[in-house]
């Protein structure tokens, strides 16, 4: 009887081990789908702010975006943030497949207390690029990153503005401005782009314009095209 009981005990467990790890498969799906969701739902809302919005003539001048919802920060003066979020490239096809990337470390520019910030990394030449696409990339140490200017258009954006690599935005508190984030590293989420995208794959290939996106990913890029129109580098 202990023998049968046994055995029924170990073929349950065989049978039910698939769907456990369908059911863990299925959550993370559904974690990146809403990572996707959310990185889209904030690039929008910032977009309809009009006068506090990001430039849209540099946005069509831009290489690549990378959007983080809910950067969690905490600190005191100098901090720390740990966030998951989005990078996407412009090609000769348009738009890339997002890669999801992690940004670490670092300080968000003067804060009290914790709480959360999007992030959006704008993008502006290929030098940037490159240095972005690096298994590690240093903000402040691996490129020159600004706070970026808001309004409809660049006008008002300093020289110094219109030559940075890479112009970082934030929102918090429903405050959008330019802002600082020296000592951040910004890195491929490489597990989560596996799961993503089904086998294991290099941020580079991702953004190089020859993986499909997810149906999840498309209302994303669809958005980015509405405001930065096809255009190849």
Known sequence: MKAFLLSSCVVGVLAIAPLMAADEDHHKNHD??????????????????????????LLEKANCVAIVPGLKRAGFIIGGQYGKGVLTCRSANGWTAPSTIRVEGGSVGLQIGAGETDLILVVMNERG???LLQDKFTVGGDASVMGGPVGRTAKAATDAQMHAEIL????????????SLEGS????DSDDNADVYGRKIAQSEILS???????????LLSTLSKYSPHETH
């Open 32 to 57: 990146h789908d809403k990572r996707f969701q959310e990185a889209n739902t904030v690039f929008m809302e910032i977009m309809g702010a009009g006068d506090k919005a990001i430039p849209q003539d």
């Open 209 to 219: 314009g020859k993986v499909q996106p997810t149906a999840a990913a498309r209302p």
């Open 185 to 188: 590293t910004l890195r491929p």
């Open 129 to 131: 690029k490159q240095k």
């Open 168 to 179: 970082a935005y934030s929102r918090a508190r429903g405050v959008f401005a330019g802002v």
